[in-house]
Nanobody
Framework: QVQFVESGGGLVQPGGSLRLSCAAS????????MGWYRQAPGKQRELVAR???????IYADSVKGRFTISRDNAKNTVYLQMNSLKPEDTAVYYC????????WGQGTQVTVSS
């Protein structure tokens, strides 16, 4: 049973922007804190941004000021607006609950390259 479906990734040049979306099954979305994670080749998965049910956000230092996480509880969807992208942002991006995570979706590939 699919629970998270990530989309919006692609190939972008350094300095470019992308907006990722993650649609979740309703029963697993609200009122939980949701996070965007990424995993680069050969590296562990890391949490880059999180958002509580009432909209409070926290970002990893590596993306602070460039990425913005948001959510639409009516649509069971969480978003990640990524600006000023750098080659080191290249990774597969996933969403999940921050606490009591569910099975991971297939993610969406983001490649930043000239």
């Amino acid at each position: 049973q699919v629970q998270f479906v990530e989309s919006g990734g692609g190939l972008v040049q350094p300095g470019g922007s992308l907006r990722l979306s993650c649609a979740a099954s309703g029963s697993i979305f609200s009122p939980f804190t949701m996070g965007w994670y990424r995993q680069a080749p050969g590296k562990q998965r890391e949490l880059v941004a999180r958002i509580t049910d009432n909209g409070d956000t926290i970002y990893a230092d590596s993306v602070k000021g460039r990425f913005t996480i948001s959510r639409d509880n009516a649509k069971n969807t969480v978003y990640l607006q990524m600006n000023s992208l750098k080659p080191e942002d290249t990774a597969v991006y996933y969403c999940n609950r921050v606490i009591y995570p569910r099975p991971w979706g297939q993610g969406t590939q983001v490649t930043v390259s000239s």
